[in-house]
T-cell receptor, first 113, second 113 residues
């Protein structure tokens, strides 16, 4: 079955880099996603990476994909207090009969001023 | 992209009553989903809302408890019936267009007392 795993908590100081890790199970996933959930809010799509890419950079965000190890990471450079949130990685379903994304457990990022 | 309006944003309900949550998308979407997010947890898929037919429920969720409507391609409702304190959670509506990217409403924070 599908199992997307993340570490639960990460604490960094403002200005440092944050690295949030995720392991996934479906090697045939075409896209992998990172979502951000701020307190009291829904999920916001942060970035995504296509499976034929190893890296994608978008301003302060860098996504790294290691398909061999089924490992995905999100690096946030110069982390700010506004980056404090829960970050979810997500992959499309293995079962073509089901279309909903499968989400990891979420990593709570706490940024200390 | 799609913008999703979900209401109510929060409610406090008496046990034994029912609450209907509405989800409106600003464009026609192929798929709509309902998730539950219990405190400190990841997202659990409740069901896929099918336009013009009965919703497809995930294991552990039944139509009598969570009736869903989707009368057209832009609107869906989820009812939480005969509520108990265990139903206290955040309920999230999600929509997907032609690709697998998912968009989310702001969520409904439900407290059952």
């Amino acid at each position: 079955g599908e199992d997307v795993e993340q570490s639960l908590f990460l604490s960094v100081r403002e200005g440092d880099s944050s690295v949030i890790n995720c392991t996934y199970t479906d090697s045939s996933s075409t896209y992998l996603y990172w979502y951000k959930q701020e307190p009291g809010a829904g999920l916001q799509l942060l970035t995504y990476i296509f499976s034929n890419m190893d890296m994608k950079q978008d301003q302060r965000l860098t996504v790294l994909l290691n398909k061999k190890d089924k490992h995905l990471s999100l690096r946030i450079a110069d982390t700010q207090t506004g980056d404090s949130a829960i970050y979810f990685c997500a992959e499309p379903p293995m079962d073509t009969g089901r279309r909903a994304l499968t989400f990891g457990s979420g990593t709570r990022l706490q940024v200390q001023p | 992209s799609a913008v999703i309006s979900q209401k109510p944003s929060r409610d406090i309900c008496q046990r034994g009553t029912s609450l209907t949550i509405q989800c409106q998308v600003d464009s026609q979407v192929t798929m709509m989903f309902w998730y539950r997010q219990q405190p400190g947890q990841s997202l659990t898929l409740i069901a896929t809302a099918n336009q013009g037919s009965e919703a497809t429920y995930e294991s552990g969720f039944v139509i009598d408890k969570f009736p869903i409507s989707r009368p057209n391609l832009t609107f869906s409702t989820l009812t939480v019936s005969n509520m108990s304190p265990e139903d206290s959670s955040i309920y999230l509506c999600s929509a997907q267009t032609g690709g697998t990217e998912a968009f989310f409403g702001q969520g409904t924070r439900l407290t059952v007392v």
